[in-house]
């Protein structure tokens, strides 16, 4: 288990490298910064001062390294727009795209599961097969149109939601229901996959020939082990939401990160394009390492399978 | 060749002795999958007609959905009053026929979808079957870049290098397909690893025939079929993606249309012009609806524990 873990963890750190130097790559080739900062009739003296000043001249591995500690310290680098601290930019916002993030996933999971356990459970019945269609529709919708269809239903029409912003729990409803419906569908049918495959075990036959009642069946034995699969894929789902947000956000003018990459792309700033999307990549990282070690404890298995490796 | 049940519910002494080109086999297999699906045959239909429509409609119509009359502006569809037949999906805001824009709009999404699935496919296919054929060093070092890939949330890695290179056609493909490529690559690998280990490889090994040989004629043609099932599964995902970067300004740019950029146009007139803004959407869904349609029956009719649970 100790090692599962161990190994878990290096690898994370090596992901980790591997994204910043992607994004320091990045920020390379958006151009040089130099070329902004000083007016156009600037001598080629002016210049090099400048590059030297910032360190520009130096070989690319120092100008990584240096990238690497400040990031490590808390330092992005500047808005190319408005000169604040890029660290900053993005922490302020980012809450609010977890707060999203947290209910669609929320909502999905919530509205999924009871899916797909009542589709497993009445296999082939009329249930089943209304739900798996739904799902189907579900999983066909692009959430950001979905969305715009809500604000046209309950907005305009009937002036039930906010169309936009964020404040009271009204605000997240139908950005966070737009946002989880794809994954309604998506848990849905893996809920009703995995409870398929669990309940042919011999393990549940065992419980209900000893006359465990059904509910317990189903809640003790069967739904643990259905879950894990499940659990796995929040971790990768996570991924879809916080890409997702880029352009729900948009939509429901979210004041979150996604928005802020939108609006930063409009503006030319890439610098608080790629510190924000290195910080949602880094969380994305962590919530998968999260998830693995939950299902490391969840399914002693995969522990001994690393181990025996 | 005690194991002749492939993934693709064909047999794999069948395809180790038979002689024709493999891409031959493929098709065939693939065929028998769509009549064995009713599911993936009314899939496969419905996105026959979509991309008829879309390829084949305007052209014989002489549209090319870019035409703009501001003397006709926010005509409705047909069956509402004040429609007409001439514009039966209606007008936008710049008088632009609606049907006309949402059928060319299909041909960005289609011909994105369908290029970056090939791109990627491509990649995927040849980085898996390397490293799933030889493992070691090759195998570690392509699955660590993998897994850098997947460590990026999709959407933020295409859009972080679209807003390096700039929003067009050709930047949207190979980005797509270089963001998903490991997706198959790691799909390709699990089947290489688990037909690596078959008698028809030990056999065709043992008499001597090159690598190169055995994994062109003995390897791709037996992991193939659940491949072209994850490629369709992906296309309806890039469908979706290209729709959601074009609506964000960040797709193939205007005058061309598509329907992210219709959407996002439609948008601004959700108060007057229902039309504008969900007509695209119902577009966008029922194509990915007739893709997934596809892919989830294939899926089925491919794999042997859902049919026997079915049976």
């Known amino acids: 288990m100790l090692s599962h873990i161990l190994k878990r963890l290096g690898h994370t750190v090596l992901v980790i490298i591997g994204i910043s130097i992607i994004s320091f790559v ?69 809450p609010a795209t977890v707060e ?37 529709f579900g999983l066909s919708m692009p959430h950001f149109w979905l969305g715009i269809m809500m604000i046209m239903l309950f907005s305009v029409q009937l002036g039930w939601l906010p169309t936009s912003g964020r404040g009271s729990f009204l605000h997240i409803i139908m950005p966070a229901a737009a946002m989880g419906i794809s994954m309604v569908a998506l848990f849905a049918r893996l809920t009703r996959s995995t409870m398929l495959e669990v309940l042919g075990q011999d393990y549940v036959r065992t419980a209900r020939a000893k006359g465990l009642p059904g509910y317990l069946v189903i809640g003790k034995h069967a739904l643990k082990n259905a879950m894990i699969p499940v659990i796995t894929m929040i971790g990768m789902e996570f991924g879809l939401l ?13 004041p979150g990160v996604g928005r802020l990459i939108v609006q930063a792309i409009m503006d030319r700033d890439y610098p608080v394009v790629q510190g924000a999307v290195m910080l949602l990549a880094m969380v994305f990282v962590m919530v998968n390492l999260l998830v693995d070690l939950a299902y490391g404890w969840l399914d002693p298995n995969v522990s001994l399978q690393g181990e025996s490796k | 060749m005690s194991q002749n049940q492939s993934a693709a519910g064909i047999r794999d002494d069948d395809l180790a002795m038979t002689r024709t080109a493999w891409p031959a086999r493929a098709w065939s297999a693939l065929c028998s999958l769509l009549l064995q699906s009713p599911s993936a045959f009314i899939g496969a239909i419905i996105l026959a007609l979509i991309i008829f429509s879309c390829f084949v409609v305007p052209t014989l119509l002489g549209q090319d959905g870019e035409a703009t009359n501001l003397l006709n502006t926010f005509v409705p569809p047909v069956w509402q009053e004040g429609g007409s037949w001439s514009v039966p999906l209606g007008t936008d805001n710049l008088g632009r026929d609606v049907l006309g824009r949402i059928l060319v709009g299909g041909r960005v999404s289609i011909t994105v979808a369908l290029c970056a699935v090939a791109i990627a496919l491509t990649v995927g296919l040849v980085l898996g079957t390397l490293s799933g054929f030889y493992g070691g060093w090759v195998d570690s070092i392509i699955m660590r870049v993998g897994d850098l890939f997947l460590a990026y949330p999709f959407m933020l890695l295409t859009i972080s290098v679209i807003a390096l290179l700039g929003p067009s056609l050709t ?23 688990a037909v690596r280990n078959k008698d028809y490889i030990r056999s065709a090994e043992a008499i001597g025939a090159r690598n190169r040989t055995i994994i062109r004629r003995h390897v791709v043609p037996n ?13 309806a995902n890039y469908i979706i993606w290209e729709s ?14 598509t329907w992210g950029i219709m959407l996002a146009e439609g948008r601004n007139y959700i108060l007057n012009a229902w039309w504008l803004v969900t007509l695209p959407g119902l577009a966008i869904m029922f194509t990915i609806l007739s893709v997934n349609l596809l892919g989830d029956g294939l899926r089925d009719a491919m794999d042997p524990r859902l049919k026997r649970v079915g049976k």
């Open chain 1, 26 to 94: 990045f920020l390379q080739l958006s151009g040089d910064p130099v070329g902004l900062m000083l007016p156009q009739d600037a001598t080629s003296q002016q210049i090099e001062e400048l590059r030297h000043k910032l360190g520009l001249d130096d070989p690319v591995i120092f100008q990584y390294l240096r990238f690497a500690g400040n990031a490590l310290q808390g330092d992005l680098g500047r808005s190319l727009f408005s000169n604040e601290p890029v660290a900053g930019l993005i922490l302020e916002r980012l």
């Open chain 1, 100 to 136: 999203l993030a947290f209910f669609s996933m929320a909502f999905a999971l919530v509205i999924a599961l009871p899916i797909g356990i009542v589709s497993a459970l009445k296999r082939g019945t009329i249930i089943d097969t209304a739900s798996m269609i739904l799902a189907l």
């Open chain 1, 242 to 254: 916080l890409g997702g947000a880029v352009i729900i956000e948009t939509v429901f003018a979210w």
């Open chain 2, 171 to 193: 930047n949207l493909i190979i980005i797509l397909a270089l963001a998903d490529w490991v997706t198959y690559a790691r799909t390709v690998r699990g089947s290489v690893i």
């Open chain 2, 223 to 235: 992991i193939l079929a659940p491949i072209l099932v994850l490629a369709t599964v992906r296309a």
């Open chain 2, 244 to 257: 959601g970067l074009s609506f964000l300004g960040m797709g193939v740019p205007p005058p061309t249309p």
